[in-house]
Nanobody, 124 residues
Framework: QVQLVESGGGLVQPGGSLRLSCAASGFTFSSYWMYWVRQAPGKGLEWVSAINTGGGSTYYADSVKGRFTISRDNAKNTLYLQMNSLKPEDTALYYC?????????????????WGQGTQVTVSS
């Protein structure tokens, strides 16, 4: 069965860095667009980033552009999110998700599979 398992979250000070990972199994990872989505306490889902099947095209929300980098290793079936210059407003539960469709054809509520999430807390 399809599984997406996030890891790498934690508590970090403002200005710090974290790298999230999402281990995929049960499907042909290289055939799917992959996404990072987050949900801050008391708020709705926010799309963060997307990457195409080969990893050559990446997309970012304005709120994270220039600070976050999405990447994938299709040989390892793993998605990454490198987060630098973290801010308190980046505090959220971060999910990875997959879909066969590109970001302009989907919304945060229509991805077909999600992971369980990993918590990122940015605080001094």
């Amino acid at each position: 069965q399809v599984q997406l398992v996030e890891s790498g979250g934690g508590l970090v000070q403002p200005g710090g860095s974290l790298r999230l990972s999402c281990a995929a199994s049960g499907f042909t990872f290289s055939s799917y667009w992959m996404y990072w989505v987050r949900q801050a306490p008391g708020k709705g889902l926010e799309w963060v980033s997307a990457i195409n099947t080969g990893g050559g095209s990446t997309y970012y929300a304005d709120s994270v552009k220039g600070r976050f980098t999405i990447s994938r290793d299709n040989a390892k079936n793993t998605l990454y999110l490198q987060m630098n210059s973290l801010k308190p407003e980046d505090t959220a539960l971060y999910y990875c998700a997959r879909d066969s469709r590109p970001p302009w054809m989907v919304t945060t509520t229509t991805y077909d599979y999600w992971g369980q999430g990993t918590q990122v807390t940015v605080s001094s």
